[in-house]
């Protein structure tokens, strides 16, 4: 048996926070505003795996409310998503991911990001496809105001 399970989400730029996507640090003059590191594709990643097993979103298990969470790392927050799919006997086949910013470029990193994400869940840089692109400068992420992460994922019965 297969699930399939979609993930969104986005975080506004802001100076004097650091950018994290993907579980790695990114050298920019700004950062991504959130309650946790502000991962942007690790959270869209998580909702796109909970939702394929219909346990609601990483708000709802990981809230914005609780001062556990603030400034937490969202590799903390996937190996715990991973782990509530394990526990009910699911695990996944693969991920498709995209990150959308104008700056910084991050071709030169999506490698080392898919190999994080992988060791995080335990499965195979294989199964973790990461894109790149750009709003070509129309709306608040081609200002530069923000940055979006979409993700799709497969899961399977074990």
């Not at 959308?100 to 496809?129: D, H, T």
Request: charged share 20%.
């Amino acid at each position: 048996m297969f699930r399939i399970g979609f993930g969104y989400d986005v975080h506004r730029l802001v100076e004097g926070r650091s950018l994290t996507l993907g579980g790695i640090a990114i050298p920019f003059e700004r950062g991504t505003l959130g309650h946790s590191d502000g991962d942007v594709l690790i959270h869209a990643i998580c909702d796109a795996l909970l939702g394929s097993l219909a346990l609601g979103d990483i708000g709802q298990h990981f809230p914005d409310t609780s001062p556990v969470y603030k400034d937490i790392d969202s590799k903390i927050l996937l190996t715990r998503t991973i782990q509530l799919l394990n526990d009910r006997g699911w695990r996944v086949v693969n991920i498709d991911s995209t990150i959308c910013l104008e700056k910084p470029k991050l071709a030169g990193r999506i490698e080392e990001m898919r190999n994080v994400l992988a060791s995080v869940m335990g499965i195979m840089v294989e199964q973790v496809s990461i894109k790149a692109t750009t709003s070509e400068k129309m709306g608040y992420t081609g200002t530069g105001e923000g940055v979006t992460a979409y993700a799709v994922v497969l899961v399977e019965r074990l």
